[in-house]
Nanobody, 122 residues
């Protein structure tokens, strides 16, 4: 599975962005898709994950109620809708795929996209 993240950019505080994670390869729906982010000088952290069929999701406390993860298995694409963005959301966002069920641990992800930069100005 190859992943490509896109949709990042510069947005003002309170604005919105939608990230996409396009996958190539077979059996996309067998993998849970997760979003992680890494801010300058910080470790990569979990943001959200969605199960293969899309029925189960999990979010970091810091983004709960502001971000929504979804997927369209017919298009081999996952999304992260980000609303009410804050300067602390500024980071490089990565999507990852895992055969495990909705894990939050980075080490359980075996495929990664290249990352897309999100910058939120105050």
């Amino acid at each position: 599975v190859q992943l490509q993240a896109s949709g990042g950019g510069l947005v003002q505080t309170g604005g919105s962005l939608r990230l996409s994670c396009a996958a190539s390869g077979r059996a996309f729906s067998r993998y849970s898709l997760g979003w992680f982010r890494q801010a300058p000088g910080k470790e990569r952290e979990f943001v959200a994950v969605i199960s293969g069929p899309g029925g189960t999701t999990s979010y970091a406390d810091s983004v709960e109620a502001r971000f929504t993860i979804s997927r369209d298995n017919a298009k081999n694409t996952a999304y992260l809708q980000m609303n009410s963005l804050k300067p602390e959301d500024t980071a490089v966002y990565y999507c990852g795929a895992t055969p495990h069920r909705t894990p939050t641990e980075e080490s359980l992800y075996i495929y990664w996209g290249q990352g897309t930069q999100v910058t939120v100005s105050s």
